[in-house]
């Protein structure tokens, strides 16, 4: 039998963690409690002792924790990060998520056998970048933006001397990520440099009538009708009237879910499938790893994919493949 892609969870806290491990993940990814990590939310990430228990509940169960330290260091204030990859190194984790060229550069240089990982949050999607960060820093595999198609990535795999990771599920960006600042105009934050977009100290809900309203900061997002579900406010994925026409401007409120394309992508060539949330509860993690885990699985004993209804955990309860199959080209 072949052997599987491998599966790659989100863990936002250590109960996430033991989920995503039971229901059969390759490996989790997660961050510090600190600015260091691009989903630095309240009540989310991991301690020094919380992730040295989670390394050793995963190894236990044979699975692989890697680190995010994706947001780029503050001018003139980069111990924190310094600090975040001594100490993952020093936990030995598996690999550490880096987006930072400096940062790339002082892990390199200071713990040469920490295996290195680029962030999404680089945004390197083409050939000419991701040599660049292998030839210069190590990197042993990039995890690619979702703005390219699947021939583009398995043109990419042809010639490149790292391995590549993917999303498979999971909330969107509209923009490149790592190239997006919208939040900082409105909370003054931003994922890049706090680690936070749309921070929930500047979220509210209101009652208007009959209707649900949801703000960020001075802004009002949304307006939801009765019995219309309330997502949370972003502006990209914000409703504002164009026109006098109301409407998603910017994105709609949607997953992605490459379910049925696990195929395509391993011809394309990629070595693991990621999964995006983060900031996503417990329940959420056991339902989808266990979806692409019975999938993986079943696909390396030659079996056909079997259908997943996996609407229930999806924003807005609506799903797309997102950039893989462009069909506005």
């Given at each position: 039998?072949?052997?599987?892609?491998?599966?790659?969870s989100p863990a936002g806290s250590p109960a996430s963690l033991r989920a995503a491990v039971d229901a059969g993940a390759d490996a989790v990814y997660l961050g510090f409690r600190d600015?260091?990590?691009?989903?630095?939310?309240?009540?989310?990430?991991?301690?020094?002792?919380?992730?040295?228990?989670?390394?050793?509940?995963?190894?236990?169960?044979?699975?692989?924790?890697?680190?995010a330290i994706n947001t780029f260091p503050e001018a003139g204030n980069p111990d924190p990060w310094l600090s975040a990859v001594d100490d993952a190194a020093g936990l030995g984790v598996d690999a550490v998520i880096l987006a930072d060229v400096g940062l790339a550069d002082y892990a390199a240089r200071n713990h040469p056998d920490l295996r290195r990982h680029l962030s999404v949050q680089a945004a390197a999607s083409n050939a000419e970048a991701i040599r660049f960060y292998?030839?210069?820093?190590?990197?042993?595999?990039?995890?690619?933006?979702?703005?390219l198609t699947v021939a583009e990535i398995a043109a990419l795999?042809?010639?490149?001397?790292?391995?590549?990771e993917v999303f498979v599920f999971g909330g969107l960006c509209v923009m490149a990520e790592g190239r997006c600042s919208l939040s900082s105009y409105v909370t003054g934050q931003s994922p890049n440099m706090n680690g936070v977009c749309s921070p929930a100290s500047h979220v509210r809900y209101e009652e208007r009538g009959s209707r649900l309203v949801s703000r960020l900061g001075k802004f009002t997002i949304n307006v939801f009708a009765p019995g219309e579900a309330a997502g949370y406010p972003t502006l990209c994925k914000?409703?504002?009237?164009?026109?006098?026409?109301?409407?998603?401007?910017f994105e709609d409120p949607t997953s992605l879910n490459a379910f049925n394309m696990l195929g395509e992508l391993e011809k394309a060539g990629v070595t693991a499938l990621k999964i995006e949330g983060r900031q996503r509860g417990r329940a959420y993690v056991a339902e989808v790893v266990s979806a692409f885990r019975r999938a993986l699985d079943g696909a390396a004993a030659g079996e056909a994919v079997p259908s997943m209804d996996l609407s229930a955990v999806t924003e807005g309860g609506r799903e797309t493949t997102g950039a893989y199959r462009k069909t506005w080209r």
């Open positions: 039998m072949k052997k599987p892609l491998e599966l790659v600015e260091t990590n691009a989903r630095n939310f309240p009540g989310l990430n991991f301690s020094r002792k919380e992730l040295e228990e989670g390394l050793d509940y995963a190894r236990r169960h044979e699975a692989k924790v890697y680190v292998h030839r210069e820093f190590g990197f042993k595999r990039v995890v690619l933006p979702r703005v795999n042809e010639g490149l001397p790292v391995e590549t914000g409703r504002f009237s164009a026109g006098g026409d109301p409407g998603y401007l």
